[in-house]
């Protein structure tokens, strides 16, 4: 609680000491449920293993612990990391907003290769086989049929347009999909097949503990229940059980991101 941390901030004064920054590991909550019903299952703390206990400890959280957040940001003391590929030892993570593209991290170490083309999946063509469509599609530099021209939010786009004649954001696409609109509905089962298919050149090559989304494409919630049952056929296995979760600050991600390099 703040009364605490005040507590805290003057015994450490006495002691010609201070705390110099906090960090926080943001996750979402229902990967916080996920991870803490497996540590229960592992360690067989009984709070660990119920759902509406750890519910409760969240709701406390927010009542009492959360407020430190701002009492440690009025003293620039504050650090938030993105969480949601932690405990985890090999993290694709990929980012579709208006372009598509990826990092992969192995034991919490970016893994770049000598070519520095690690990530660069966005370009590789979609594996096929290609419908007539995919083939005619090109990317700005000429390469036919790139992932990223399909997943992309200005992919979902010109797809559409090709289907209707008509123009619409990603965003109003999305939301006519939402209200079952039929045209929508097909459009949006091609736009998941492909997206599975594309999953499936990396999955089969890297096989990742966990696949983490960002951009804004990622906040389509939907996929992440669809994309498991699409993309077994395009697998070397019959199975999938890689979580695929979206990233704690979604459509943001890219610019936090891109900010961190700079």
């Not at 045209?183 to 983490?212: C, G, H, K, Q, W």
């Amino acid at each position: 609680t703040i009364k605490q941390a005040q507590i805290l901030d003057k015994f450490l004064s006495d002691q010609n000491l201070q705390i110099s920054m906090t960090i926080a590991l943001d996750v979402q909550d229902k990967i916080l449920i996920k991870r803490l019903l497996e540590r229960g299952k592992q360690s067989g703390r009984t709070d660990d293993q119920d759902i509406l206990k750890i519910q409760n400890r969240f709701q406390e959280y927010n009542k009492k612990t959360s407020k430190l957040i701002d009492f440690y940001k009025a003293q620039n003391k504050f650090f938030s990391i993105d969480g949601s590929g932690t405990n985890y030892e090999s993290v694709f993570a990929i980012i579709m907003g208006t372009g598509v593209g990826a990092g992969f991290t192995y034991k919490n170490q970016l893994v770049v290769g000598p070519n520095k083309l690690t990530g660069e999946w966005g370009q590789n063509p979609i594996p096929g086989p290609m419908d007539e469509y995919e083939k005619s599609v090109k990317r700005h530099c000429g390469r036919v049929g790139a992932i990223e021209v399909f997943l992309s939010g200005p992919g979902l786009e010109n797809w559409y347009e090709f289907k209707t004649n008509n123009k619409k954001s990603s965003r109003d696409i999305i939301e006519l999909y939402r209200n079952e609109n039929n045209i929508a509905l097909e459009i949006m089962d091609i736009y998941f097949e492909r997206t599975a298919r594309a999953f499936s050149s990396f999955v089969n090559i890297l096989d990742p503990d966990v696949i983490v989304c960002g951009g804004g494409m990622s906040e389509i919630n939907e996929m992440y229940d669809i994309l498991p049952e699409k993309i077994i056929p395009y697998l070397a296995s019959d199975i999938f059980l890689t979580p695929i979760i979206k990233a704690k600050h979604g459509s943001s991600s890219g610019v936090r991101g891109a900010a961190h390099l700079w």
